[in-house]
């Protein structure tokens, strides 16, 4: 699959036009779900919406219940960054490796 990354309009464009999918930067999944809604109009308009397509992006995750927003919003596959910021590095990677596969 050709993914183009990106949050600018042309590179939306461009993911919109070429790409088997998107990956975006940090997002929330309220700017997730805008990305998305805008890559669904640009498809349309370049005819290529019949095609499969995937809806990635990096994301601060921390609970359980945010993979789920993320779902919903229309992301199909997502980069999470279970911390804050480098100091918080190893502790977050640890407590997200402990929720999730215990």
């Not at 940090?26 to 019949?50: C, H, K, Q, V, Y």
């Not at 995750?61 to 779902?71: G, I």
């Amino acid at each position: 699959p050709i993914l183009i990354g990106g949050e600018s309009k042309p590179a939306l464009r461009r993911a919109a036009r070429m790409g088997d999918g998107w990956i975006g930067m940090l997002n929330t999944p309220a700017t997730a779900r805008e990305r998305i809604e805008e890559l669904g109009s640009l498809r349309r308009e370049f005819g290529t919406d019949g095609q499969a397509f995937r809806f990635i992006t990096g994301a601060n995750v921390t609970r359980r219940e945010e993979l789920t927003q993320f779902e919903d919003a229309g992301v199909t596959d997502l980069i999470v960054r279970p911390f804050a910021g480098t100091s918080d590095a190893v502790d977050g990677v640890r407590r997200f490796a402990d929720q999730y596969f215990g």
